[in-house]
Nanobody, 127 residues
């Protein structure tokens, strides 16, 4: 069973930065695609960024391109989300997710291919 634990959330002023981390419990980490999603109050959960198992392919939602960077360290079973130039509209609970199939060619932007989820970490950006 895979467990994912996020950390790094908090309260930051607009224009500030945060780095989220997601630690994966299993030895399968280096073979699966990973992603970040977020859910703002009263809204549906939405895709933020994803990275393939090797780290060489990434995808971002348009609203965070140029501000957020997803990365991973397979030796540490950890994925990161560096968030810069934060805006109040980035306020949400951020969830990390792991694909449930190894070496999938598609780096998905939808929830259905991610079978494992963390509990989430709150990010609040004040104006």
């Amino acid at each position: 069973q895979v467990e994912l634990v996020e950390s790094g959330g908090g309260l930051v002023q607009a224009g500030g930065s945060l780095r989220l981390s997601c630690v994966h419990s299993g030895r399968t980490f280096s073979s699966v695609n990973m992603a970040w999603f977020r859910q703002a109050p009263g809204k549906e959960r939405e895709f933020v960024a994803a990275i393939n198992w090797s780290g060489y392919s990434t995808r971002y939602t348009d609203s965070v391109k140029g501000r957020f960077a997803i990365s991973r360290d397979n030796a540490k079973y950890t994925m990161y989300l560096q968030m810069n130039s934060l805006k109040p509209e980035d306020t949400a609970v951020y969830y990390c997710a792991a694909d449930d199939r190894a070496y999938r060619a598609i780096v998905s932007m939808t929830e259905d291919l991610y079978g494992y989820w963390g509990q989430g970490t709150q990010v609040t950006v004040s104006s």
